[in-house]
């Protein structure tokens, strides 16, 4: 099967080419599953319900969540009835929210034998390194694996981190325990995608779905004043050249073991070559 996990979605430029790019883009890659982070994606901090509901419209199948999980408070009731959309695992056990999506998946494959229902199971953590005070993500991911046991053939790991050195012990640790651990927080997309020793796709971060003539996504201008002045601004979203940025990752459900990984990057200028004939997949139920 082959699934796609999208960078952070950064507020409505994000999700403007989100809803351009995403249909083509299941169709040319054969995508059978979409993931996306949409901390972001309302004015650059929080999610709101409706902006959640934009997002799947879009085609994405599951959300994932990090440090803003809660900025925008109308999102709470939603986070605690939608399987859809999951918050960081290590956050204390009385926060609002679900910390483990089930998607089962009808993987497109020319192996007959291969079309049977796959599950596949998507959790997120927050690193620690610069990073707001939280439960230890390494034991967190530890009981999220335990409470998964045998129910996924297939297993996606968001660890939204700032320090690389988190995010590579967590792939180190977990290697072939889990299909695909990708990072995501720093909007800015890393270089290392790579199948590791035990069969784990990993890459510490995917990258930014949003403005990128910006500084993570905000206006240049503003940030730059405060950075210089230690003025107060408000640091807009900015809006030229927005991108969408993910990761692909194909993976063996008899196994659980990823097969292969590779980096996507979308502009506004090559969204015409985002399209094919090839038939888009059925939707996953949660």
Same mark, same amino acid.
């Given at each position: 099967? #082959?699934?796609?996990?999208?960078?952070?979605?950064?507020? $409505?430029?994000?999700?403007?080419?989100?809803?351009?790019?995403?249909? +083509?883009?299941?169709?040319?890659? +054969? =995508?059978?599953?979409?993931?996306?982070?949409?901390?972001?994606?309302?004015?650059?901090?929080? =999610?709101?319900?409706?902006?959640?509901?934009?997002?799947?419209?879009?085609?994405?199948?599951?959300?994932?969540?990090? !440090? /803003?999980?809660? $900025?925008?408070?109308?999102?709470?009731?939603?986070?605690?009835?939608?399987?859809?959309?999951? #918050? %960081?695992?290590?956050?204390?056990?009385?926060?609002?929210?679900?910390?483990?999506?089930?998607?089962?998946?009808?993987?497109?494959?020319?192996? @007959?034998?291969?079309?049977?229902?796959?599950?596949?199971?998507?959790?997120?953590?927050?690193?620690?390194?610069?990073?707001?005070?939280?439960?230890? %993500?390494?034991?967190?991911?530890?009981?999220?694996?335990? #409470?998964?046991?045998?129910?996924?053939?297939?297993?996606?790991?968001?660890? /939204? @981190?700032?320090?690389?050195?988190?995010?590579?012990?967590?792939?180190?640790?977990?290697?072939?325990?889990?299909?695909?651990?990708?990072?995501? /927080?720093?909007?800015?997309?890393?270089?290392?995608?790579?199948?590791?020793?035990?069969?784990?796709?990993?890459?510490?971060?995917?990258?930014?779905?949003?403005?990128?003539?910006?500084?993570?996504?905000?206006?240049?201008?503003?940030?730059?004043?405060?950075?210089?002045?230690?003025?107060?601004?408000?640091?807009?979203?900015?809006?030229?050249?927005?991108?969408?940025?993910?990761?692909?990752?194909?993976? !063996?459900?008899?196994?659980?073991?990823?097969?292969?990984?590779?980096?996507?990057?979308?502009?506004?200028?090559?969204?015409?070559?985002?399209?094919?004939?090839?038939?888009?997949?059925?939707? %996953?139920?949660?």
């Amino acid at each position: 099967m #082959r699934f796609l996990f999208i960078g952070d979605i950064v507020g $409505k430029p994000g999700r403007n080419i989100l809803r351009s790019a995403l249909p +083509g883009l299941i169709a040319r890659e +054969g =995508l059978d599953l979409v993931v996306a982070n949409a901390e972001n994606a309302a004015g650059g901090s929080g =999610l709101t319900p409706v902006m959640a509901e934009e997002i799947f419209a879009a085609g994405v199948d599951v959300i994932t969540l990090g !440090d /803003h999980v809660y $900025k925008r408070k109308e999102i709470i009731p939603l986070l605690e009835r939608d399987g859809r959309i999951v #918050r %960081p695992c290590n956050y204390p056990d009385s926060s609002p929210g679900i910390t483990l999506a089930k998607v089962s998946v009808n993987p497109r494959t020319p192996n @007959a034998s291969a079309r049977e229902p796959v599950t596949v199971a998507v959790f997120c953590v927050l690193g620690r390194v610069f990073m707001r005070p939280v439960d230890c %993500p390494f034991t967190a991911v530890e009981k999220m694996l335990e #409470r998964i046991g045998g129910d996924a053939a297939v297993t996606l790991l968001d660890v /939204h @981190a700032e320090a690389t050195s988190d995010k590579q012990v967590m792939g180190r640790l977990f290697d072939g325990r889990i299909t695909a651990i990708l990072g995501t /927080h720093t909007h800015v997309p890393t270089a290392d995608e790579r199948i590791l020793p035990g069969g784990t796709a990993f890459q510490c971060d995917v990258g930014m779905t949003g403005p990128h003539e910006s500084i993570l996504g905000r206006r240049i201008d503003r940030v730059i004043e405060t950075t210089l002045s230690f003025r107060p601004t408000t640091f807009d979203v900015a809006v030229g050249d927005v991108r969408l940025n993910g990761t692909i990752v194909e993976a !063996d459900p008899a196994t659980g073991k990823a097969t292969a990984i590779h980096r996507v990057c979308v502009t506004k200028e090559n969204l015409t070559n985002s399209t094919s004939s090839r038939s888009t997949p059925s939707p %996953p139920t949660i």
